[in-house]
């Protein structure tokens, strides 16, 4: 599959995370619940002015297929400029299924998809401090070759990639995604649009708030991914690309005066 920078400056939605497409497509009602409901003798003594209310009362989550999930994510999905995925998404044969065709539909639009890998080793039952097994990195592969932005810390990092270099795991991969890595210090070392770098230890307060910013600043600034297609790594304008960094970073956390010294290009 071929990701491409979106054209679009604006989506209807900036960031999709899948877990909670997911849910949300779960809890609505399948057409045969919708259509079970409506011929209940309740149902045909109610007025037509009611009818919002019935659907929201019919059956929830059950009866629904792998593809019945897809087709309903897609229309959101398909409207955003990211699609936000960690390594949960992995888990159970159904949930994979559905995020294997998200991934196959998406990949010919201009959706992007951003990893954060977050593994929680007991979500797979295994012990906390345990690392993934080969299964789930055989899972893995193809969610790490479909993204454009992957986020982890420098012990997923060596875990699933098999290094804390971000240049390493950007070259590793086809698509040359972004790439940031947090050490246990809380030094983030980057590598986007063709560039590397570091941003101090305690600059970004909070890591989720960070990603968030970061996704929304690329939403606004798709050319500082400097990525024209598989393989084809551009470069990106390295003083707005830090100026991003640090917005993001202040978003997090700190003012942004105090963020600018602190964010360092290699």
């Known amino acids: 599959m071929t990701l491409t920078t979106p054209q679009r400056p604006h989506a209807h939605t900036d960031v999709v995370a899948f877990s909670q497409a997911l849910h949300d497509a779960e809890e609505a009602p399948t057409a045969d619940a919708k259509a079970a409901a409506a011929h209940t003798p309740q149902a045909h003594n ?31 999905i398909n409207e955003s400029f990211w699609l936000l995925i960690t390594s949960d998404a992995l888990l159970g044969a159904s949930q994979h299924q559905v995020l294997q065709m998200v991934l196959n539909r998406t990949a010919p639009s201009s959706v992007l998809v951003a990893l954060d890998v977050n593994w929680q080793a007991e979500h797979w039952g295994l012990p906390p401090e345990a690392g993934p097994t080969a299964e789930v990195l055989r899972r893995f592969q193809p969610l790490a070759e479909a993204a454009a932005l992957i986020r982890c810390t420098s012990q997923e990092a060596e875990a699933f990639f098999f290094s804390r270099d971000p240049e390493r795991i950007k070259e590793r991969l086809a698509h040359r995604p972004a790439v940031l890595v947090t050490d246990p210090a809380g030094v983030i070392r980057w590598s986007i649009g063709g560039h590397c770098g570091r941003i101090a230890a305690g600059l970004v307060q909070n890591p989720d708030i960070f990603l968030a910013e970061m996704l929304e600043n690329l939403c606004a600034n798709p050319q500082l991914l400097a990525t024209a297609g598989r393989g084809i790594q551009a470069i990106a304008d390295p003083d707005r690309l830090c100026e991003q960094l640090r917005k993001a970073a202040a978003a997090s956390g700190e003012r942004h005066q105090e963020a600018r010294p602190l964010v360092a290009m290699a």
């Open 46 to 76: 109610e007025d037509a002015d009611n009818e919002d209310t019935r659907d929201q009362d019919a059956p929830g989550a059950g009866g629904h297929t792998p593809a019945g999930l897809t087709e309903a994510m897609l229309p959101e």
